[in-house]
C-alpha cells in the first residue's frame, strides 16, 4: 500500500490581467451617453497614427458590417462607429482589436479632460459586459 503524502493539484490557468487604460476604457464604453462617447472618440482618434486608425476602422467595418464609405481621415464618423457599434453590442470591437491598438486607442480616450468625471465610479465596477439579449429586453 502506498500512501501519498504530497498531492498535485491541478494548476488553474491564470486569466490574463486586464491593463488599467482598457478597464476604465471599458467602463466608459458601458456608462458614459453616446454623445459623451463620441465627443472622446473623435479626439482621441484624432490623435492616433493613421496605421491604428485604419486598424479601427477595418476591424469596425469587417465587425459592424457598416462604415464602408468611411476612410481613415473621417475621424467623425469613425468615432461614431465606434461608439454606437459598442453601445449597441459590448466588446463587438474591444474584443477584436489587436493589443496595440486597443491600449492606443484606450489610453486616448481615457486621457481626455472630458473622461475625468465620467470615470468616477469605475473602481466598483465587476468589469462584466451586460448581456446584450438582456439589454434588448429592457425598457428604453
Partial sequence: MSITLFRRRPVEPLAPVERPDVRQYRYLLRTADLASLETLHREAIATLDPLIRA???RTAQDRLLSG???????????????????????????????????????????????????LEGHEDWDGLDPDPALRRQLPG
Fill in 55 to 57: 486598424h479601427i476602422l
Fill in 68 to 118: 464602408r464609405e468611411l476612410t481613415v481621415d473621417d475621424v467623425a464618423g469613425l468615432a461614431h462607429l465606434v461608439a454606437a457599434g459598442e453601445a449597441r453590442t459590448p466588446g463587438i470591437l474591444v474584443s477584436a482589436l489587436t493589443d496595440a491598438a486597443l491600449e492606443r486607442l484606450a489610453h486616448r480616450v481615457i486621457s481626455r479632460p472630458a473622461a475625468l468625471p465620467l
